[in-house]
């Protein structure tokens, strides 16, 4: 019998990247379900499962900026700086 990892609630910031991707539609469709999932993984490890200190947490958030900003990109949104990626809070 295998034990499950008893279930984390989602942290601010894992929520509000989950309300990004879901603005982004049908991520399957258009083959960027890996960096969505990606994107969130690094969402959780900024909420404090993962994160070792403000440097970690510091390179988390660039990496998940650089990564919502790519999804937002391939959308067509324009690319501009004010998409989905710039919402991500900084370290606390």
């Known amino acids: 019998m295998t034990e499950r990892t008893p279930r984390v609630r989602a942290g601010r910031v894992e929520l509000a990247v989950k309300r990004d991707l879901k603005a982004l539609g049908d991520l399957k469709a258009s083959g960027r379900a890996t960096l969505a999932e990606m994107a969130l ?8 499962r993962g994160a070792e200190g403000p440097t970690t947490t510091a390179k988390l958030v660039q990496e998940l900026r650089t990564l919502m900003a790519s999804l937002g990109k391939a959308d067509g949104d324009g690319g501009d700086d004010d998409g989905p990626g710039e919402q991500v809070p900084g370290p606390r």
């Open 41 to 48: 993984v690094l969402a959780r490890a900024i909420d404090g």
